[in-house]
């Protein structure tokens, strides 16, 4: 039976040689274009063009990290990367911008992106109004017109997101965890392997964990006291509810991005007030702390009623605030105040807006009881009485910068009277002069000057009042932007009918459909409620997919290496016919597993081995002992191995293989089903084949001048990388090179993909 199929597949032609000045861990072909990514021992993630132009060079996000995988999202311009302190980030590709990050809390050992194969169906009408929700809301604020700290950002993450196509990040950690999350940003799946098992930590390594391409079926290979184990964990709801969770996502993409549009809101909320309104307060502080307790409240009442001052106020007045300094501070006062009022008004009025529509839908989709509500349950009425709070505390600090807008004006229109009289000149003739009414103000506004600070005691109940060196509180904008118990809580309004008709009815103060008002909490805290209830509504799904997990069935290599230093390789690729997932397990440089598992969890396996030459093959001869290095699948159809040659003399040499799958498959035989079932070298439940039958004329190819270490290939892409041994040199190959006579009789069919595709990333 000849198999030209593989003696083809190895016409390679190298195309770049690179010597680099780091160590590289990692190497991952992108699927879409002609990149590759490297991850090295600096912890950096490095992105090259075919022809080996840098894209661009991102560093860790802590120094002393390390890239434990890099995984390429199906079909789209994000990349994931995960590090050993649990960081995941998600970046575009594009511009090396982070678009997210979660925390799975300790080491990461792999991660694995796996696609629906099939576009998934949308049998449900929510879906459209699910998607397009700009028919009802206002495109958000610009930000940067409003201030000038805001960021440039888009928070448009739905676009990040394929609409038709579902797919799931896999994440394994050193904690025995695994983590499914789809598109990377919505948490929908936690497996506990220890507590399955009842494995102690530190017995068990995880040591790769995927996905079939119908999501039904979770691989995931252990390491366990020299033993691989391949189990397969089926589910049925990832299956059931796939569009369910798809348009689930996408309504997580809105809340994602109008709840970033918020922080950044507050954050330039918090900047406007910094800037100028702490002066003030700063510069009255010396002044308070040399005056007796009491007294500063009492000076200027004196100075409002009967017009003299103390020497330690005119001093104050004349030489510390000045004529000068007080217009300059009252005019930054009161842009800053405007800035906060126009903040607080339309971007944060609006996102919040947004948010009541995006949770309000959500709870519409809970309502249809078949396609959401087993994922969700009933948690979305507590996010929507925070975020009417939340809208609720927006509007009374709106109220409260019109309060202190109205109070600073007034307060520094009658201080400039004050010391242009002090200094004996003469006011303006168009200077206003200070009302009735506004004087009521003033009085009330220098009456709380030596209000006390107080903070609640242990019990929560009773007030203690703080010893420490006293801090001049004039304003009272900044304290809805700490996260702490407001300590000057807005008065209650005598004339407000509402709250008078809630007190007097106890059954509408505890209807649900009230949002209620919390009077102590700051804008920061209302916030931060808002964000947690948030979060607790898509922490269901992850417990019940998590739960529907079950074991189906195990596969378990028992290696021959008993001085364990031989690093296992396990690759994986979801084949589109009759549903069949195929593995490579190389379990010891003698002894590589071709397995596949069916729809039904059951494997069929073979096991390749280099034992004697076939007495007949002289071709053979001179290559010397063959062993197995690394494997990776190049596509459904090919296996690609890096073998390694040893010679009597002690020499060694590295060859690539290119090994077609068709006769292999054809070998494997069932694997039967016992708990304890071990394929190894004495096993009798698994054929053992002589992998030099397997080779054919021109299959091998030599690597001359490198020892290998290991290889990274890209079937979509027709390239193959290989590293060497040191880890510090890379050779790239075009797998698709074509004869010279070949290119010159049609060279517009026949571009190597040395050129930049036409998917490839602008520069």
Not at 267 to 273: K, N
Not at 699 to 707: A, D, F, T, Y
Request: glycine share 4%.
């Amino acid at each position: 039976m000849s198999f030209k199929y593989a003696a083809n597949r190895t016409q390679m032609k190298q195309t770049g040689n690179k010597n680099v000045g780091y160590h590289v861990d990692i190497l991952k072909w992108s699927d879409r274009m002609d990149l590759l990514a490297i991850g090295n021992d600096k912890g950096e993630v490095i992105l090259h063009r075919l022809k080996w132009q840098k894209v661009w060079q991102l560093a860790p996000p802590e120094d002393g990290l390390r890239v434990r995988g890099i995984a390429w999202r199906p079909l789209e311009k994000v990349m994931a990367i995960a590090y050993s302190n649990g960081t995941v980030l998600l970046i575009n590709i594009e511009n090396k911008e982070e678009i997210y990050s979660f925390d799975v809390k300790s080491d990461i050992t792999c991660i694995n992106w796996t696609e629906n194969t099939r576009e998934v169906a949308m049998n449900d009408t929510s879906g459209d109004a699910i998607n397009d929700y700009t028919t009802f809301l206002p495109p958000l604020p610009s930000l940067n017109s409003l201030s000038s700290t805001a960021k440039s950002s888009d928070y448009n993450t739905l676009k990040f997101y394929s609409k038709q196509i579902l797919n799931l990040l896999i994440v394994g950690t050193t904690s025995g965890h695994i983590h499914l999350s789809v598109f990377g940003m919505l948490a929908c799946c936690e497996i506990d392997l220890y507590e399955k098992f009842a494995i102690r930590p530190g017995e068990t390594v995880i040591k790769d964990a995927k996905m079939s391409s119908n999501f039904k079926q979770l691989f995931v290979t252990i390491e366990r006291r020299g033993t691989l184990e391949l189990f397969v964990f089926e589910n049925d709801i990832l299956q059931k509810y796939s569009t369910s969770l798809l348009n689930l996502a996408i309504k997580h993409a809105h809340l994602l991005g109008t709840m970033a549009y918020i922080n950044d809101t507050i954050e330039c909320i918090v900047e406007a007030w910094e800037t100028v309104l702490l002066e003030m307060d700063n510069k009255l502080t010396k002044y308070a702390n040399d005056q007796p307790q009491g007294s500063i409240a009492a000076d200027f009442l004196e100075l409002l009623m009967f017009g003299c001052t103390s020497p330690a106020l005119e001093q104050f007045l004349l030489r510390d605030l000045t004529e000068k300094g007080l217009k300059k501070l009252g005019n930054s006062i009161e842009l800053s105040y405007s800035t906060i009022q126009k903040l607080v008004v339309k971007p944060l009025h609006t996102a919040i807006c947004s948010m009541f529509y995006h949770l309000n839908s959500l709870q519409g989709m809970i309502s249809n009881v078949y396609y959401y509500k087993p994922l969700l349950g009933d948690v979305t009425n507590e996010a929507l009485i925070n975020c009417g709070a939340f809208l609720i505390k927006a509007y009374e600090l709106q109220q409260t910068i019109d309060t202190s807008t109205r109070d600073f004006k007034i307060f520094f229109r009658w201080l400039y009277i004050v010391i242009i009289r002090l200094m004996d000149e003469t006011l303006p003739e168009d200077n206003p002069s200070v009302t009735q009414q506004e004087i009521n103000y003033l009085a009330e506004f220098l009456d709380n000057f030596d209000a006390c600070q107080m903070e609640l005691g242990e019990t929560g109940n009773e007030p203690v009042v703080e010893e420490k060196k006293r801090k001049f509180n004039l304003e009272r904008v900044g304290q809805y932007l700490e996260d702490k118990t407001l300590p000057y809580p807005s008065k209650a309004d005598a004339s407000n009918q509402w709250a008078k008709l809630l007190e007097q009815n106890d059954c509408l103060k505890s209807c649900p459909l009230i949002y209620p008002h919390h009077d102590n909490n700051s804008l920061v805290q209302q916030h931060n409620l808002l964000k947690a209830s948030i979060e607790k509504i898509f922490k269901h799904p992850i417990a019940v997919i998590g739960q529907d997990f079950k074991q189906k069935s195990v596969i378990r290599l028992q290696s021959e290496d008993d001085s364990n230093t031989f690093s296992r390789v396990i690759t994986h690729i979801g084949g589109n016919f009759d549903e069949i997932s195929l593995f490579g397990l190389l379990e010891s440089e003698n002894n590589l597993i071709i397995a596949e598992c069916n729809r039904s969890s059951m494997f069929r396996a073979v096991r390749l081995c280099f034992n004697e030459k076939p007495y007949f093959e002289t071709r053979f001869s001179s290559l010397g002992e063959l062993t197995f290095k690394h494997i990776q699948f190049y596509s459904e159809d090919t296996l690609s191995i890096l073998l390694r040659a040893h010679t009597a003399d002690d020499q060694t040499s590295s060859y690539f293989l290119q090994l077609a799958l068709q006769r292999v498959r054809e070998l494997l035989e069932a694997v039967p089903f016992i708990s304890s079932q071990i394929i190894g070298k004495h096993s009798s439940c698994c054929r053992v084949v002589n992998a030099y039958t397997l080779l054919e004329e021109g299959s091998l190819k030599c690597l001359e001048g490198m020892e290998a270490g290991s290889i990274a290939v890209s079937g979509t892409r027709n390239v193959a990388s290989i590293l060497s041994e040191s880890h510090k040199t890379i050779r790239i190959y075009d797998m698709d090179a074509q004869e010279e006579d070949d290119e010159l009789l049609d060279t517009s069919l026949n571009n190597s993909s040395l050129d930049n595709s036409k998917d490839s990333i602008q520069t």
